[in-house]
């Protein structure tokens, strides 16, 4: 069980640029589900890339257990938007899942150290092929493994790509707007994943345009527009839409 | 007289089928991470080249593959494929770098066959051209067995590869330095500008419904040496030019290519 607390947090892409953060304070608790909500430009993806470490932050710390965040952290795993995917790479869905796996066993995933591990730890490969079946089971898409990616459903891919994202040692999971592109019962189907993953006592933060009823599938909603606007409940939040709506000159009523 | 009398079409036929299984498998890789215009970048910036290295005296493939890569390197520091200029920057440089290797070839007082170069003269390759070929092929083989994952990683999720430690600017100048090297290999068999066509057209028909990047590569290889090995034995037969014939036989294929609905 890790907790994550961003602490101030500003960034800026360039000297001359308006910030795309600014003094951004968040909390993730073992076990829950959160929404990262707000506009498009908003600095989701911002705040997410600098949660995993990938971008240093202007100014602010982000700390896991109380020890500050490196870059080579393995505490926090990021699913990446869509749109960041070549979906047309021609693989498999088991494959992919198994490329989850890539930072565990980084100097040894070459072809020649594939058939050493596996003739000389051949426990440690079958585990490794076990640990693929159970990451592709808690997504529900053992039945695709396989298939190429092409071929599949926009909510199938997204679940291919958790089931990817799951495989690694983290126990913070960050995603960034994995409902984008798919309809209301596949972003339903997905929420219900990804609850069950925060019920099992992993920490889920996810990005996401939707500002509507589903928000009551998550416990804790953040808003976000360069700055934070809310936290709260859902319920809190919901309540509080117009006074949030009146800030931004209702420019979040409208995504 | 019969060709098959002579020992001669022995090596010019290693090399059409060592190109024919590498470009493909080369070109397998750069299309499935969006890198074939670099292919074409590559090719046009061979030229200066090898002409510096001729007025060097040294050897003109080594000048070649160092030229096609400096090419690489002033295209990716100056655009990325994100970049909405990517394309026409990536033009801009193809076209100057073969400006200027047209320019410096009667400054510096030296002879090309320009021809041989850009469209190949596989009937008078050497066993030279043919070590280029094996040297270029061992490379690019050292490259997929100990690359494989990274390789994949990369094509599929730039961003994610390198979170997660891979070093992609160092992969794709591996990637960058191996085209280079496939297309001054290629020089003998089907020129520097035909053997795009070699590096396009087989992966197009391997790539589709391929289950992996191997079997994709494999699928590509096959239908790359097909091609080759029939350009050779039609050119032989009918007394033409292997690289245009190959180059031919590679748009004549396109037939077999199915159209994706979902495209």
Not at chain 1, 38 to 48: E, I, Q, R, V, Y
Not at chain 2, 93 to 112: D, H
Not at chain 2, 118 to 133: E, H, I, S, V
Not at chain 2, 160 to 172: K, Q
């Amino acid at each position: 069980m890790s907790s994550l607390i961003a602490h101030n947090l500003s960034y800026s892409y360039s000297k001359n640029s308006e910030p795309a953060l600014t003094k951004v304070s968040v909390e993730i608790k073992p076990g829950t589900l959160t929404a990262l909500v707000g506009p498009n430009g908003a600095g989701k993806s911002t705040l997410l890339r600098l949660m995993k470490g990938q971008t240093s932050p202007d100014s602010g710390e982000i700390t896991i257990d109380g020890e500050i965040l490196n870059k080579s952290s393995t505490q926090v795993a990021l699913m990446p938007q869509r749109s960041s995917m070549n979906w047309k790479f021609p693989i498999t869905v088991e494959k992919l899942v198994s490329l989850g796996q890539i930072k565990k066993t980084k100097s040894r995933n070459s072809l020649p150290f594939q058939i050493k591990d596996l003739l000389s730890r051949p426990k440690t490969w079958v585990n490794k092929c076990c640990e693929i079946e159970a990451s592709m089971q808690r997504v529900g898409i053992s039945n695709l493994a396989k298939r190429r990616l092409d071929s599949l459903s926009g909510g199938q891919q997204q679940r291919a790509l958790l089931a990817k994202t799951l495989m690694s040692s983290a126990k913070i999971f960050l995603l960034d707007e994995p409902c984008s592109a798919l309809d209301p019962p596949a972003r339903e189907e997905f929420l219900k994943i990804v609850r069950q993953i925060a019920d099992s006592g992993l920490s889920v933060f996810i990005s996401s345009h939707d500002w509507g009823s589903s928000l009551n599938a998550y416990d804790r909603v953040v808003v976000l527009d360069k700055r934070i606007l809310a936290t709260g409940t859902p319920n809190v939040i919901q309540e509080r839409l117009d006074d949030i709506c009146c800030l931004k000159d209702k420019t979040l009523c409208d995504c | 007289m019969s060709f098959f009398n002579l020992t001669w079409w022995i090596v010019p036929l290693i090399i059409t089928i060592f190109s024919g299984i590498l470009c493909p498998a080369m070109g397998t890789v750069l299309i499935t991470h969006r890198r074939l215009l670099q292919v074409n970048l590559i090719s046009h910036c061979v030229l200066p080249g090898l002409a510096l290295a001729l007025a060097l005296g040294i050897h003109p493939s080594i000048g070649g593959v160092i030229s096609g890569l400096t090419g690489a390197i002033i295209a990716e520091s100056l655009t990325n494929k994100k970049s909405e200029n990517y394309e026409a920057i990536m033009n801009t440089i193809l076209a100057g770098m073969l400006g200027f290797g047209v320019l410096i070839i009667p400054l510096l007082g030296i002879r090309i066959d320009l021809e041989a170069v850009l469209f190949g003269d596989l009937l008078t390759a050497n066993l030279g051209d043919l070590l280029r070929t094996l040297i270029a092929f061992l490379i690019f083989c050292s490259l997929i067995i100990f690359g494989y994952e990274k390789i994949i990683y990369v094509g599929l999720d730039s961003e994610g590869a390198a979170a997660n430690g891979i070093n992609v600017s160092l992969l794709n100048l591996a990637l960058s330095f191996t085209t280079a090297l496939v297309i001054v290999s290629s020089m003998s068999a089907v020129g520097v500008i035909l053997v795009i066509a070699l590096l396009s057209t087989p992966t197009l028909l391997g790539v589709s419904k391929a289950p992996s990047l191997r079997v994709a590569m494999i699928k590509s290889s096959i239908f790359g040496l097909f091609i080759s090995v029939l350009g050779f034995i039609i050119s032989l037969v009918f007394n033409l030019s292997p690289g245009p014939a190959i180059s031919v036989l590679c748009v004549i294929s396109l037939i077999f290519l199915k159209k994706d609905k979902r495209l």
